[in-house]
Structures are given as C-alpha cells and as structure tokens.
C-alpha cells in the first residue's frame, strides 16, 4: 500500500519522531503551521476518521493520552490545539487517520471564514 504514514510506521522513510509505542507514533509535521506543530497516528492504517468502529476506535483514547503527555513534555500547559481533517472537504490530504496539535502560540479561531462566501 502506497500510504506515507505507514511507510513511517515501518521504518521505510525517516521522521522527527515524538514518541512510540506499540499503537502509535508522534512525530513534527514536515510543514508546520504554528511554533510546535507535530502528529499523531495509530500504526494500524486507518483511511479516515469517518471510518472508525467501535473496534478499531480504542486507539483514539490512547492517543488522547499520548498527546496530553507529549505536551506536558514540550510545556504547552497554556494549551493547544488538537486537529482532524475528515475526507475531502475536511482537508485531509493523507489518507492514513492523524491528529495534528498545534500549539506554542494562541490560535485564531474559528477556522473558517464565512465573510468569504460567494
Ligand atoms: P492533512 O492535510 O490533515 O492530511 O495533513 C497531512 C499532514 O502531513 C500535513 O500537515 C503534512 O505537512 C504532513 N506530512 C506529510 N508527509 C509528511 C512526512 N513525511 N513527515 C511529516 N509530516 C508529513
Ligand atoms: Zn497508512
């Protein structure tokens, strides 16, 4: 299977890695949209959030729990923000389930801009 994040699963491509353990790795994000910027994805491939089952979303709460760890270590007690794109229209580009958090600044919000609309 052609998909980036697995080939970073097993090792195939290298990453800035975070954190691992035996359902999830961490790692930065190549491009970075804010001073910490960094990933979170299961090991098992899983195309998108809008996929999951009661079986296979027992990974989600553990990555929760890697995530608040993870950001204890890099001091983001001021908080942060935890990030999905879901499919098309979420923007998701890679199609392997992630979580971005982004952090290390105060975020704008919200994220879409209705002034825009035509
Ligand atoms: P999304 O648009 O939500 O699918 O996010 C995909 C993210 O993966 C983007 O922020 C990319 O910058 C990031 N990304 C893609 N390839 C890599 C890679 N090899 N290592 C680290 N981050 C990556
Ligand atoms: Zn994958």
């Known amino acids: 299977m ?8 097993n090792g195939e491509i290298p990453a800035n890695k975070l954190y691992e353990d035996d359902k999830c790795v961490a790692f930065y994000d190549l491009a970075p ?7 979170v994805i299961p090991k098992e491939h899983i195309e998108s959030a809008n996929v999951l089952t009661e079986e296979n979303a027992k990974v989600i ?8 760890n993870i950001a204890k270590k890099l001091n983001l007690e001021n908080g942060y923000r935890i990030v999905n ?7 998701q580009t890679v199609k392997h389930l992630h979580f971005h958090i982004l952090g290390g600044k105060a975020l704008s919000w919200p994220p879409y801009d209705k002034s825009a609309e035509v």
């Not at 052609?2 to 699963?9: A, L, N, R, W």
């Not at 709460?61 to 608040?68: D, K, P, R, S, Y």
């Open 61 to 68: 709460g553990h990555i929760f729990c890697v995530i608040a």
């Open 2 to 9: 052609d998909c980036v994040f697995c080939k970073i699963v």
């Open 85 to 91: 794109n879901c499919g098309e229209d979420g923007g």
């Open 33 to 39: 949209q804010a001073p910490v910027h960094f990933l």
